[in-house]
């Protein structure tokens, strides 16, 4: 029986744990493009990758995984090279996969302020027939807040106080949120979206793939938010510096 998209992903990145090679049959041998900017384009810098790592030293765990339309997205707990955590994006054709992005930070050493990982809380998808009505909602928020600063709409997107944090450095509740901010932009430190590239999402899981600034760096973030009842009520991120074009090992860019 022919595995569905989201078990192919979730096999590949398995692989790189394994060691496994079917998995790399997933992928189009002659039309893989990477977006990993560290990493060289086609299925040959996918191998050249995994030929670096040490034997038997990585480990993957694909906490979640969604799909939408013929792309697959994932919430994943790695080590490799290193402990991280990353989200991963695969598009699909005709059942291969055919491009690749992703984006990753260094695991905390511990838990947030309210006792929060970067990968616990929920998991189970719920109301697939809401998925573009999910997607308008987070895309307006991310748009209003993040790009635009609108932080007078900002009680709106949430049911009260309501709001599960898995940011590293931000507590729980929308005032754990409201308050971290204005302590940094107290230090001068500014949060800014300047583009949303991707709005993903299945069911009550919205994926936001954007392009921005946290102080003076130049930044990806991708911001999953599961959302009930019509409001935000939990939010995961994974924050990433670009580095500059001169330092990319492919050249077709972040996003």
């Not at 939408?68 to 790695?78: L, R």
């Not at 838990?111 to 987070?138: A, C, F, Q, W, Y």
């Not at 940094?184 to 430190?189: E, H, R, V």
């Not at 959302?227 to 492919?250: C, L, R, T, Y």
Request: net charge negative; proline share 4%.
């Amino acid at each position: 029986m022919e595995k569905s998209n989201k078990e192919k992903v979730v096999g590949l990145l398995k692989s790189i744990e394994t060691g496994e090679t079917e998995p790399v049959n997933y992928i189009n041998p002659s039309n893989y493009t990477q977006h990993n900017l560290g990493v060289e384009d086609g299925l040959a810098g996918f191998g050249a990758l995994l030929q670096q790592l040490p034997p038997k030293s990585a480990k993957v765990n694909t906490i979640r995984a969604f799909q939408d339309a013929n792309y697959v997205f994932t919430h994943t707990d790695y080590n490799f090279f290193g402990s991280k955590i990353g989200f991963d994006i695969f598009r699909f054709e005709d059942g291969k996969i055919v491009e690749h992005w992703d984006n990753l930070q260094e695991t905390p050493a511990k838990p947030n302020p309210s006792g929060h990982t970067m990968v616990d809380g929920s998991t189970e998808i719920t109301d697939r027939e809401k998925t573009e009505e999910n997607k308008t909602l987070v895309k307006s928020f991310v748009n209003d807040i993040l790009v635009n600063g609108r932080m007078d709409k900002l009680a709106s997107y949430f049911n009260g106080d309501d709001y599960i944090q898995h940011n590293p450095n931000i507590p729980d509740q929308l005032s754990g949120l409201g308050s971290t901010l204005e302590v940094l932009a107290k230090q001068g430190i500014f949060l800014k979206y300047d583009t949303i590239h991707k709005v993903l999402g299945e069911g009550n899981f919205v994926l936001v793939v954007s392009e921005g600034h946290f102080g003076e760096g130049h930044n990806a973030f991708y911001d999953l938010f599961r959302v009930e009842n019509g409001k935000i009520a939990e939010h995961w991120d994974v924050i990433q510096a670009i580095p500059p074009k001169s330092e990319w090992a492919n050249q077709n860019g972040k996003f």
